[in-house]
């Protein structure tokens, strides 16, 4: 099944890309990108310059030059120069939190 195919909800496609920026959360770096599509639970980025050694688990999409519009990221998969994010809302933190001090079991 290809990866559209498994995509949940609706997407929204921009022909020619929306121009963005991807910023570390301490902002330590910056790449200007460009939205391909979006949905209301991730999106698909093309990237303009290299991400190598970027500390992409976690980032902000910035969507304004202003930057008041923004969403908190983190990558899904990387193909090429274009990456998959999902967006994350502040209760996946607390969540993810919760679920680092819970014992982890392996099935066998």
């Not at 391909?36 to 030059?65: M, Q, T, Y």
């Not at 008041?68 to 939190?97: H, M």
């Amino acid at each position: 099944m290809a990866a559209a195919e498994r995509r949940k909800g609706t997407r929204v496609v921009f022909e020619r890309g929306l121009d963005a920026h991807m910023m570390a959360i301490d902002g330590t770096w910056r790449r200007a990108c460009k939205v391909e599509d979006v949905s209301e639970i991730g999106a698909k980025l093309s990237i303009e310059g290299s991400v190598e050694g970027l500390n992409l688990k976690e980032f902000f999409l910035l969507l304004s030059s202003t930057g008041l519009a923004y969403r908190r990221c983190e990558l899904t998969w990387v193909n090429g120069d274009q990456i998959g994010v999902n967006f994350l809302r502040p209760s996946d933190k607390k969540k993810r939190a919760a679920d680092r001090g819970k014992p982890q079991t392996v099935a066998p």
